[in-house]
């Protein structure tokens, strides 16, 4: 679990540390009129918060599978008739309906 926190700050850390360097390259590539320099800065800017992003959002996932693994294991019983019932449900939904014979 530590291990699992302690990669997700290092993403994190990453995407700070490559959006900072895409911030240097785009006011650089602003002052001496590089539009290389400057688009290159605009999509590791996008790469940084977009790896935070992801990180954030994969931790958040993480937590909700965790708290379902925790309901199943103190509920087996309820969360089969769930599953039934969802099953169920999902079958009437999806399977085709057939037309009576008159």
Known sequence: MTELKSDAFVEKAK????????????????????????????????????????????????SKLEQAVLFVQDRPLMSVGIAAFVGMLLGLILLPRRKAKA
Do not use: P, W
């Not at 785009?26 to 996008?46: H, I, N």
């Open 15 to 62: 995407g700070a540390v490559e959006e900072g360097s895409g911030r240097l390259k785009d006011a650089a590539g602003g002052l001496t009129g590089d539009l290389g320099l400057q688009a290159e800065g605009k999509v590791d800017q996008l790469a940084g918060m977009a790896r935070q992003e992801f990180t954030e959002l994969y931790e958040e996932g993480e």
